[in-house]
Structure formats: C-alpha cells, structure tokens
C-alpha cells in the first residue's frame, strides 16, 4: 500500500493543483468579462453632451466606463475586480463604428435611425497565475475579451 501510495500521490498532487490553476484562469476570465459588459453598457448610455447643456464640466465617458471595467465604479477607487488589472489595459471605443440600418432594402438592425453605431470595450489581462503552468512550460498567459453594445445615448 506504501508503494502505491508513493507512486499515485505525486501524480493526484499535480492534477488537482492542474484543475486549481485553470478554475482560477477561468475565474480571471470571467470577471475580466463582467467588467468589460459593464463598461461597455455605461459608455452606450452615457451622453457628456447633456453635462456641457446644462452647464456642467464635461465628463469623459470612455475613461469612465473602463473606471467601472476595471474597478467597478466610475471613480476608479478601490480594488481591481481582478487583482493586477488596470485601465491602461481596456479601450473603450464610442460609436466610431457605425453601419446601416438597411442596405439593399434588407434590415440588418431594427432602427429607427438610418445608422446603427456600436460601442466596444475590449481589454488584455496579463495572467500570472499560482505558477503550475511555469512548471509544465507553459508561459507567461494574456487574456483578452470584448463586449459590443448599440450606442444608445439617453
């Protein structure tokens, strides 16, 4: 029972220390997306032109929706959902990429706008990890996500 024992814990060490490290990998991922959907859907509601009418300062929207990707709040305070993470590492673009409503007489987006302008926030995330995968050889990981959303602009 020794012998065996010896021979299969090293292999079960290594193999729940495995699915450790890619359930956090995964966990990574998916809060890195959270945020992205997050800011994503701040920055198409968002409308700094309704701050300059009323005679308010202007407000960046992009830089406060990846303030709420990273942290979860517009003001950029706190802990980043994921530790490491920061605003340096999301781009949220504003209505830049536009497409038609109709083209040919075929519907691509229902609209009452002849256009359909979209929102993006991507983001990278340098996955450092528990250090398991540096052990098999496998480098340094980054994580990518984007989330689209239609420019809305209440």
Known sequence: ??????????LMLILSAGVFEFGNLIHDKLLMEAGLDDG????ARCNSQLYTDAGLTAINCANIAANIAVFGNPAGTGSARVAGWQTANVTVTIGTNCQ???????????????????????????????GMLSLIGVGPITLSGLHEERLIRF
């Open 1 to 10: 029972m020794l012998v065996e024992m010896t021979l299969v814990a090293p």
């Open 40 to 43: 994503a859907r701040f920055a």
């Open 100 to 130: 038609d409503a109709v083209v040919g007489g075929v519907t691509q987006y229902r609209s009452v706008t002849p256009q359909v302008c979209i929102v993006r926030a991507a983001g990278t995330y340098p996955y450092s990890g528990v």
